[in-house]
């Protein structure tokens, strides 16, 4: 199954563009790409998700570079209500459904 | 609509003891899943169902039983307790068809002595 890779933590200054990478290079091409995030001890909230091609949605926007063997999420204008543990994840198929593989998460903290 | 709704919140068990982690969603889904959070290891696959009287293991399914009688839950059973089952754990359910997304519960945090 492929996995990911992302840096533990990051910080951002409020008001500027938060862009948190993720290496998934053994990701196959049928399996999705997606982001969640985690606020305090929370249950994760989706963000975003994509194949290969740019997303972008109210919250985010998802860059996959041409190979898929990586990917950014970009939080376009910080706040401090974003400080949370960003998780990058790759949707399996399996047989009728999908299995998810979380990551160890970025923890993002943006500074006033 | 209620979501995912874990029960209990939180919970301390002793050795040996055995335990049913409830999860219910009213969502219709038919996809449902356990995982655990653990410091530093992200959240880790313990078990899934594609629908009623189906299940499957995921990536740490050792300790745990599950089952699928209803669409709506998916209970969660540690049989005998260990120290190593301390952890996080969440339920998440999704449409369970093409290109959806998870819905997680609040959690329930436990604790084995």
């Known amino acids: 199954d492929a996995k990911t890779t992302q840096p533990p933590s990051m910080d951002c200054a409020e008001g500027r563009a938060a862009n948190l990478p993720c290496n998934h290079s053994?990701?196959?091409?049928?399996?999705?790409v997606y982001w969640y995030r985690q606020i305090h001890s929370q249950g994760p909230q989706y963000i975003i998700h994509?194949?290969?091609n740019n997303e972008t949605n109210e919250m985010a926007s998802l860059i996959i570079t041409e190979d898929r063997k990586s990917s950014t999420l970009i939080l376009p204008h910080a706040t401090l209500r974003d400080t949370a543990v960003y998780y990058c994840i790759v949707r399996v198929p399996r047989t009728g459904t999908y299995k998810y593989i979380f990551g160890t998460g970025t923890r993002l903290k943006v500074l006033a | 609509n209620a979501g995912v709704t874990q029960t209990p919140k939180f919970q301390v068990l002793k050795t040996g003891q055995s335990m049913t982690l409830q999860c219910a969603q009213d969502m219709n889904h038919e996809y449902m899943s356990w995982y655990r959070q653990d410091p530093g290891m992200g959240l880790r696959l313990i078990h899934y169902?594609?629908?009623?009287?189906?299940?499957d293991q995921g990536e740490v399914p050792n300790g745990y039983n599950v089952s699928r009688s209803t669409t709506e839950d998916f209970p969660l059973r540690l049989l005998s307790a260990a120290p190593s089952q301390t952890s996080v754990y969440f339920c998440?359910?999704?449409?369970?068809?093409?290109?959806?997304?998870?819905?997680f519960g609040s959690g329930t945090q436990l604790s084995v002595l």
């Open positions: 053994t990701i196959s091409g049928n399996e999705y």
């Open positions: 169902s594609v629908g009623a009287g189906i299940t």
């Open positions: 994509g194949l290969k």
């Open positions: 998440a359910s999704s449409l369970g068809q093409g290109n959806e997304k998870l819905f």
